[in-house]
């Protein structure tokens, strides 16, 4: 008797090879394609942190700007727990950088007096180590908008755009992930059943 009921199974699952072969290979490719737009998902955050800890923010200053002005305003921003390192460049400094990377470049541009006379003097600002990755574009907007209400600061700049463009492309991603896991997991379950 047991030796029919072992033979009723083995014709059982000869018979039934394809169909359980089938949902082993939807089942593998439904955890699969899981599994990489996790994995793919989570690499393009990481992408942001990185470049997020990178961003620097520059505070282009008035032209009639007073130096003690500025010097208020600097100890202003250093007295932010979040900001690591201010430093001042003066337009005489960011004229000579200018010079030096456009010498090559553009060399008739440097002898247009007129233009360079247009680079303005700026704050570079730095975040502490100690903010996470995450946190940089959220303090760096905050930040931002404290300082545009200066009326010393001209224009403040930190790549602003292509950061809030790339992570609205991570959301929509991140978003289509999540519905086509929420199919393949409902298509999966639907062939195991």
């Not at 000869?14 to 169909?19: D, F, P, Q, V």
């Not at 400094?93 to 680079?119: T, V, W």
């Not at 940089?136 to 602003?160: F, M, N, P, R």
Request: glycine share 4%.
């Amino acid at each position: 008797m047991i030796r029919s009921v072992f033979e009723q199974r083995l014709s059982s699952l000869k018979r039934n090879w394809a169909l359980q072969f089938s949902t082993l290979v939807v089942v593998t490719a439904c955890y699969l394609v899981v599994s990489i737009s996790v994995l793919l998902s989570q690499n393009l955050r990481k992408i942001l942190t990185l470049w997020g800890e990178d961003l620097q923010m520059t505070v282009y200053l008035a032209e009639e700007s007073d130096p003690d002005q500025v010097q208020v305003l600097q100890n202003k921003i250093e007295t932010n727990k979040n900001v690591g390192k201010v430093k001042l460049i003066t337009k005489e400094a960011a004229l000579q950088e200018f010079r030096g990377q456009m010498a090559s470049y553009a060399p008739d541009l440097l002898n247009q007096n007129d233009i360079l006379s247009l680079i303005p003097a700026s704050l570079q600002i730095s975040l502490n180590e100690s903010v996470a990755g995450v946190e940089h574009l959220k303090i760096l907007d905050a930040l931002a908008g404290t300082l545009k209400a200066e009326e010393i600061v001209t224009e403040v700049s930190y790549g602003q755009e292509w950061v809030k463009k790339y992570s609205q492309f991570l959301f929509y991603f991140q978003r289509g992930c999540e519905a086509i896991g929420i199919i393949i997991l409902g298509a999966a379950l639907f062939v195991l059943s």
